[in-house]
């Protein structure tokens, strides 16, 4: 168990119904879906930790609406999410990568006041080598609160800024859940001996400004020019010692911005020559992980535009995602503007 970054020993729950306390208008319908979707989670974590003995290891014989070969324990946590969260009847759809269309909930002509997208498993192609994976998720409140209409599609095509929460769970050494509900981002380690996750992070923040930075260079010829040079800035010994950068690369989106956002630096999946329009989908992988680090005090950019800003015009759309500390956040989109001083001396 790491050591507890808190003042107090917490369950989830409690700490779940004392956010509901901040809520005055809260029905509980909210927090019975989180915790809900912890039950998932400890479900999941289960089953990836008992992934190869269980035979869930490797692919299905199916592809995604992606393009992407199934894995099996993809469709597994994509199932057993679902589960969860249809049978509460407080979500009236969701949207999932591995769902081609969106899944409506209604039952006996009501439908109900939420609505959740989600990653079941990031950094599947990573299961079969036992490096960390996780559970992304959004939460948001339906376009109609009455819930007396059918839900539509509008209803997850809502920009980011909109969410009640956000969070992921990391399967990895340990289970932990971060999340927020937009006071403060809080993790939580799983603790299977009592069967409780328990609050050992409270309020995380971010630097200002880290010493670590996080891509794929495998694509650096694929990248703009501009973004190359800001890269090779960020590895180019400085008088300060504050340059060079250490590269950080996992390659599960979950993990590498876990890791920025308790360490600081930045994180950049940008698009290139192949994927014009990044990678990343923005509804349910790039929304959340935004309003955690901007929560922790950190930014998240496309290189142009705050993420949170952006409308969705399809579930599956794919976005540029630059996360991190604010300071270099900044100054890499000076980079991607041509605006750095040390741009305009080589010019």
């Known amino acids: 168990m790491p050591t507890l970054e808190t003042s107090k020993l917490t369950t989830i729950s409690h700490h779940i119904g004392a956010e509901q306390n901040l809520h005055p208008e809260a029905t509980g319908e909210f927090t019975t879906i989180l915790n809900d979707l912890q039950l998932a989670i400890r479900i999941i ?205 996992i390659g599960s989106a979950v993990a590498d911005v876990h890791r920025t956002l308790l360490k600081g630096g930045i994180f950049i999946y940008p698009k290139d020559d192949k994927n014009p329009n990044g990678k990343l989908r923005l509804v349910y992988e790039a929304n959340a992980l935004s309003m955690l680090i901007e929560q922790a005090g950190g930014r998240a950019t496309d290189g142009e535009r705050r993420i949170l800003d952006k409308k969705p015009k399809d579930i599956h759309e794919r976005t540029p995602l630059i996360l991190g500390s604010k300071e270099d956040v900044f100054e890499c989109e000076d980079f991607l503007r041509g605006e750095h001083p040390i741009q305009k001396m080589i010019i």
């Open 45 to 249: 974590s289960r089953d990836v930790r008992r992934a190869g003995l269980n035979d869930i290891l490797g692919l299905t014989r199916s592809t995604n609406i992606h393009g992407e070969q199934v894995r099996k324990l993809d469709a597994y946590s994509n199932d057993v999410i679902k589960k969860a969260m249809l049978s509460s009847g407080h979500i009236c759809v969701m949207a999932s990568e591995e769902e081609e269309e969106p899944v409506f909930n209604q039952i006996d002509g009501y439908s109900g006041k939420y609505v959740i997208v989600f990653d079941p498993l990031d950094g599947s192609s990573n299961i079969d080598i036992n490096v960390t994976i996780g559970t992304i998720f959004s939460l948001y409140k339906r376009i109609d609160p009455s819930g007396e209409t059918p839900a539509s599609l509008e209803d997850i095509l809502q920009p980011g800024y909109k969410q009640t929460a956000a969070g992921y769970a990391l399967y990895g050494s340990s289970t932990i859940l971060v999340y927020t509900t937009g006071h403060g981002v809080h993790a939580f380690t799983y603790d299977p001996t009592i069967g409780e996750f328990l609050l050992t992070r409270e309020n995380i923040k971010m630097p200002s400004r880290g010493s670590q930075y996080s891509i794929n260079e495998g694509n650096y010829y694929k990248w703009d020019d501009r973004l190359r040079q800001y890269i090779d800035y960020i590895k180019t010994p400085s008088k300060d010692k504050t340059r060079p950068y250490a590269l950080r690369y």
